[in-house]
């Protein structure tokens, strides 16, 4: 619904170059209950919008899919500072580190659920993994809204991870956005859990 809102589309296409990618397949995870029962639940997995400059290295990241006006402001936001630095990677990096500091300094992304490798995740870690990527659905703009449990933390976190490093291209942002601030892992396929792997905790 965000990216087919005319307000954003118009946007985009005024200011900037829309590029789409897939960088991941999707991850079908199956709990076997006992009994024949099964629940299946596929992981589309999470998204993330870079605004980059003229030579794809990027400037700022929207992890996550949120509400048409969260994503407005953020665009208006990244377009702002692009012509407000040139680009220039120090101002770039000054900006977010002024922008980290406003949003109370590097914190840890808050983990109800500690997040195991997938090779050795067992079936409640996958339950637990999923719900903490989770979506909260809250009722905005006269719409139902899908939006990050913690929108905050990941912006706080890309903050903190663009105000240190040298400016890159999305893909060399991939792994650190999807795996490390999103707990996202970059992989697809399936896994099956039998009944004997869910345990109470």
């Given amino acids: 619904m965000t990216f087919s809102d005319k307000t954003i589309v118009n946007f ?40 980059c400059r003229p030579d794809g290295k990027v400037i700022d990241i ?22 407000r630095t040139g680009g220039d990677e120090a101002a770039v990096r000054a900006t977010h580190r002024r922008l980290l500091k406003a949003t109370g300094g590097a914190r840890p992304l808050p983990s109800v659920l500690p997040v195991q490798p997938a090779e050795r995740r067992d079936a409640t870690d996958e339950i637990r993994n999923m719900a903490k990527k989770s979506v909260l659905v809250t009722p905005t703009e006269r719409v139902m809204v899908v939006q990050p449990k913690r ?42 859990f039998a009944p004997a792997s869910l345990t109470v905790r």
């Fill in 151 to 192: 929108p905050g933390a990941l912006r706080a976190a890309i903050h903190a991870s663009l105000s240190g490093a040298a400016l890159r291209t999305p893909d060399g942002w991939k792994v650190h956005v999807f795996e490390t601030i999103m707990s996202e892992p970059l992989k697809g396929g399936s896994r099956r």
């Fill in 12 to 51: 985009v296409k005024q200011h900037f170059v829309p590029v789409w990618e897939s960088v991941a397949p999707t991850r079908v995870t199956t709990f076997d209950l006992g009994g024949g029962k099964t629940v299946t639940g596929i992981n589309n997995g999470e998204i993330a919008l870079y605004v």
């Fill in 62 to 83: 929207l992890p996550g899919l949120r509400s048409p006006q969260e994503t407005l402001d953020f665009l208006r936001a990244a377009k702002a500072a692009l012509e």
